[in-house]
């Protein structure tokens, strides 16, 4: 009878401290996030992203930037880039963030003018690979809502001289959901 009794208590206890553990662990934490980026198309793009948080500080995501208006953005036609974020922020994911991000892109060649300075030939477009850095904001809702601040800088780095410039600038004002 003794034993079963410590049995059972010895039961409880480790069924307390696991549902301890559980209460812990804020479940209304979701993990997942889609952005739309609204500022580009002001410049004939348009930019969605997806992100993955790992734990509270840091996560991992893809973005996607196609140009669709080549009127206002001469230079690129899309770039997709992976990245990886770390928050400061005392909420779960949010706040101030630092990222490190790559970028596969295509860039239209280099513009060659003709003497009279009116008419120019395009080389063929380039495909290249950038790493950069960025910073941001992100402020999250209790609905879910996400809204976002970002801005981040990047390299050329194997066809740079083959593109009238060697960077890759990534900018937005989004909005998005997390779930």
């Known amino acids: 009878?003794?034993?079963?009794?410590?049995?059972?208590i010895i039961l409880f206890a480790?069924?307390?401290v696991k549902?301890?553990?559980?209460?812990?662990?804020?479940p209304n934490q979701k993990k997942?996030?889609?952005k739309l980026n609204l500022i580009s198309p002001l410049s004939g793009a348009f930019e969605v992203g997806f992100e993955?948080?790992?734990n509270k500080n840091s996560s991992l995501g893809i973005?996607?930037?196609?140009?669709?208006?080549?009127?206002k953005d001469e230079d690129t036609n899309y770039y997709i880039s992976p990245y990886y974020r770390y928050y400061f922020g005392?909420?779960?994911?949010?706040?101030?963030?630092v990222e490190g991000f790559g970028a596969f892109t295509s860039i239209d060649g280099k513009?060659?003018?003709s003497p009279d300075h009116l008419t120019f030939t395009e080389n063929k477009d380039v495909y290249d690979v950038a790493l950069g850095a960025g910073l941001g904001y992100k402020l999250v809702t209790k609905k879910g809502l996400v809204f976002e601040a970002n801005a981040g800088y990047g390299k050329l780095l194997f066809n740079a001289d083959k593109t009238d410039h060697g960077v890759v600038a990534k900018y937005g004002l989004s909005i998005g959901y997390r779930f």
């Open 19 to 26: 549902a301890q553990n559980e209460n812990d662990s804020n």
């Open 63 to 71: 973005s996607a930037f196609i140009v669709y208006d080549h009127t």
């Open 32 to 34: 997942k996030e889609i």
């Open 90 to 97: 005392k909420k779960y994911a949010s706040g101030f963030f």
């Open 52 to 54: 993955r948080h790992l």
């Open 111 to 113: 513009k060659v003018y």
């Open 1 to 8: 009878m003794k034993k079963s009794f410590l049995l059972l």
């Open 14 to 16: 480790f069924y307390t």
